[in-house]
């Protein structure tokens, strides 16, 4: 049964239920350092516990943002996709970011999960 109040917020592991958090928070790992205009990559898996892809209980979609600024969407699907992605993001600014990382359960509702960053020269 869903938590209805799951859908009326954008969750996270501190305002969220520490076990339902713990299977929905998206986790970003970022490889190397990250220089101004140069490709990088970015995995976003769902979430620090495994999360289940059945047929009425999945992820359906992965956001990833630099601040309140869109960078990509990958929509997922039940039974034929495992919810992590590995995304190719050029930053063309330098300076401290907040990479932001949004999931969404059909069940559960919306989490956010954050990757603070410095992109440098
Ligand atoms: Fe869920």
């Known amino acids: 049964m869903a938590e209805t109040s799951l859908f009326c917020q954008i969750n996270t592991s501190a305002t969220g239920p520490a076990e339902t958090a713990k299977k929905h928070v998206p986790v970003i790992t970022v490889s190397g350092v ?9 995995t976003i898996k769902v979430g620090e ?8 209980h999945f ?24 919810p992590e992605v590995t995304l190719t993001v050029v930053l063309p600014h330098e300076g401290k970011r907040t990479l932001r990382a949004f999931s969404r359960c059909n069940l559960h509702g919306i989490w956010e999960g954050t990757k603070e960053i410095n992109v440098t020269q």
């Open 34 to 42: 990250i220089k101004v205009g140069q490709p990088f990559v970015v």
């Open 49 to 56: 516990a495994p999360h289940v892809m059945e047929s009425g």
């Open 59 to 82: 992820i359906q979609f992965m956001d990833l943002y630099s601040g309140h600024i869109y960078i990509s969407r990958v929509d997922i699907t039940a039974e034929l996709n495992k």
